[in-house]
T-cell receptor
Framework: DVKVTQSSRYLVKRTGEKVFLECVQD?????MFWYRQDPGLGLRLIYF???????EKGDIPEGYSVSREKKERFSLILESASTNQTSMYLC????????????????FGEGSRLTVL | GENVEQHPSTLSVQEGDSAVIKCTYS??????FPWYKQELGKRPQLIID?????GEKKDQRIAVTLNKTAKHFSLHITETQPEDSAVYFC?????FGAGTRLTVKP
């Protein structure tokens, strides 16, 4: 079974703090993703990565950065947290697929609920 | 980026009835069309998917149909059961729709 582990289930931070959300997967997947989930908006893609040290912006990258130093680990960084970043953050991974098929099944972590005061 | 729309946003059916959820997308290059189910307080999980070279796929009570020309695909659930109650998301090529809350009344 694929296991995607997010280090923190619940975090409370203050405006302006730097926040690190960690995600580790144990199935040697090449692709990793960060989404945020808000009621009525579904899951919105923040960043994704197809390989170590590689990253691509998703649809809402503003205010976020990522780091992928090792294949199994993908970190989401909020340089200066703001109240509008209060949300549920979901990490996911998937197997690499051939160029013509851009992605496959996503395996999600349990989520990190971040509250910014 | 990809524009994904899902309809309806909420759906309530009687146990045993069928449910259909439709997803439209804008990127003509999309070639992977999955549906995820998210139960309350849990992570989304894949329930069925289809690739662009196939028009329909069925797995017991669940089916997905794809119309690539019109850029939409649909989830069909037959003989619904209370445990089908959840939020369903389409996610063409890693972009998610806003979700459909399905309630199956016993």
């Amino acid at each position: 079974d694929v296991k995607v582990t997010q280090s923190s289930r619940y975090l409370v931070k203050r405006t302006g703090e730097k926040v690190f959300l960690e995600c580790v997967q144990d199935m040697d997947h090449e692709n990793m993703f960060w989404y945020r989930q808000d009621p009525g908006l579904g899951l919105r893609l923040i960043y994704f990565s197809y390989d170590v040290k590689m990253k691509e912006k998703g649809d809402i990258p503003e205010g976020y950065s990522v780091s992928r130093e090792k294949k199994e680990r993908f970190s989401l960084i909020l340089e200066s947290a703001s109240t509008n970043q209060t949300s549920m953050y979901l990490c996911a991974s998937s197997l690499y697929t051939p160029r013509l098929v851009r992605t496959g099944e996503l395996f999600f972590g349990e989520g990190s609920r971040l509250t910014v005061l | 980026g990809e524009n994904v729309e899902q309809h309806p946003s909420t759906l309530s059916v009687q146990e045993g009835d069928s449910a259909v959820i439709k997803c439209t997308y804008s990127d003509s290059a999309s070639n992977y069309f999955p549906w995820y189910k998210q139960e309350l307080g849990k992570r989304p999980q894949l329930i069925i998917d289809i690739r662009s070279n196939v028009g329909e796929k069925k797995d017991q009570r669940i089916a997905v149909t794809l119309n690539k020309t019109a850029k939409h695909f649909s989830l069909h659930i037959t003989e619904t059961q209370p445990e089908d109650s959840a939020v369903y998301f389409c996610a063409p090529d890693m972009r998610f729709g806003a979700g459909t809350r399905l309630t199956v009344k016993p």
